[in-house]
T-cell receptor, first 115, second 113 residues
């Protein structure tokens, strides 16, 4: 069975500072990894995904993530955050590629950006 | 592309009544959609996989007779919460798959009084 761990429930950061949101996963097979962002009272928006190929994945809004197989991690980074990045961020994993694949989510990390 | 809508966005109902939530893929066809439930400040819990033209697949612990799912077309799945009770109050989110990722609807806030 697959699982996802987001160790940080909250990450406070000042505007224009860099940020890293941590995600570790466990799985017995190959995985496909995703980061989603959720703004208050809204659904989830896909930030980026790793399916294969380059381990450094660039997404929307200036975010990027790096797949590290040996450390079973997929940390999300942004070099300079904005107030508008304040939201809940979810890491998710799937063991099957394709549109019918179930996702297992981490518990989420609340990114709080302040002036 | 890959827009998913949900209706209604909010609904308040009385205990014992049933509520239907619609999930539509607006610009693509989805043979598979997923229904999630999210508790306050919690992650998403997969409730069931909705398959077009066949029965839904429910996750362990989810009552299929209480949460009825119908996937009648390639762009529409519905979730009906039957005989709703206050403990069913939650944020329900659907998703549809396209190009190896899931795209989520905006969610439906259900409050049962």
């Amino acid at each position: 069975a697959q699982s996802v761990t987001q160790l940080d429930s909250q990450v406070p950061v000042f505007e224009e500072a860099p940020v890293e949101l941590r995600c570790n996963y466990s799985s017995s097979v190959s995985v496909y990894l995703f980061w989603y962002v959720q703004y208050p009272n809204q659904g989830l928006q896909l930030l980026l995904k790793y399916l294969s190929g380059s381990t450094l994945v660039k997404g929307i809004n200036g975010f990027e993530a790096e797949f590290n197989k040996s450390q079973t991690s997929f940390h999300l980074r942004k070099p300079s955050v904005h107030i508008s990045d304040t939201a809940e961020y979810f890491c998710a994993v799937s063991e099957v590629p394709g549109t019918a694949s179930k996702l297992t989510f981490g518990t989420g990390t609340r990114l709080q950006v302040t002036l | 592309g890959a827009v998913v809508s949900q209706h209604p966005s909010r609904v308040i109902c009385k205990s014992g009544t049933s509520v239907k939530i619609e999930c539509r893929s607006l610009d693509f066809q989805a043979t598979t959609m997923f229904w999630y439930r999210q508790f306050p400040k919690k992650s998403l819990m997969l409730m069931a996989t909705s398959n077009e033209g066949s029965k839904a697949t429910y996750e362990q612990g989810v009552e299929k007779d209480k949460f009825l799912i119908n996937h009648a077309s390639l762009t529409l799945s519905t979730l009906t919460v039957t005989s709703a009770h206050p403990e069913d109050s939650s944020f329900y989110i659907c998703s549809a798959g396209r190009t190896s990722a899931q795209y989520f609807g905006p969610g439906t806030r259900l409050t049962v009084t």
